[in-house]
């Protein structure tokens, strides 16, 4: 069985770095699974800073809906795949199918794979449910399947880190 990490924080809380130093500590080859497309150039930018960053030793591959496909395909040829990110993942499938039982069921889905893959699986979400009571439906919809999704993932991980200010904290594992 492979060791899953779960990674949650904040916006711009160091999430990623995170992630990447883990993944990275496995050694290649590395995967990295983007669920996130550059629908715009203020994305597009944060994409190629991501990539720069990472380097050359990282293969990207990205999918917005199937994330479970990608990885039962990819398992066991990367040390390592970093999937980054879940909340992202989310808000691509509650557009997609404006259910969140829909949604919950993928989230399920990606968790009973767990169990059999054999390559290391770092997952970034990020932390939303921690200000403000959004002011309409569907933020408030999003906001408590990121919540439901993350004690999910959290619960079915090795372990898992919360980051604040650049700063992990190890909370199980």
Same mark, same amino acid.
């Given at each position: 069985m492979a060791?899953?990490?779960?990674?949650?924080?904040?916006a711009r809380s160091g999430k990623s770095r995170l992630a990447e130093s883990i993944t990275e500590a496995c050694g290649g080859?590395?995967?990295?699974?983007?669920?996130?497309?550059?629908?715009?150039?203020e994305m597009a930018e944060r994409i190629a800073r991501h990539q720069a960053r990472r380097g050359g030793e990282w293969q990207t591959m990205e999918e917005p809906l199937d994330i479970t496909s990608v990885l039962q395909g990819h398992d066991g040829y990367f040390n390592a795949i970093l999937l980054d990110c879940v909340t992202l993942w989310l808000t691509n499938l509650l557009l997609a199918f404006d259910d969140p039982a829909a949604v919950m069921a993928r989230v399920k889905e990606l968790t009973a794979l767990f169990p059999g893959l054999t390559s290391t699986l770092v997952i970034v979400s990020s932390e939303v449910g921690m200000g403000?009571?959004?002011? +309409?439906? /569907?933020?408030?919809?999003?906001? *408590?399947?990121?919540?439901?999704? +993350?004690q /999910?993932?959290?619960?079915?991980? *090795?372990?898992?880190?919360?980051?604040f200010s650049g700063l992990p904290l190890k909370i199980k594992g």
């Open positions: 060791r899953i990490v779960f990674i949650t924080g904040g080859p590395l995967g990295y699974l983007a669920t996130a497309g550059a629908g715009d150039a403000i009571v959004p002011e +309409n439906r /569907l933020a408030r919809l999003f906001r *408590d399947l990121a919540g439901e999704a +993350n /999910l993932l959290a619960e079915a991980a *090795d372990e898992v880190y919360v980051t």
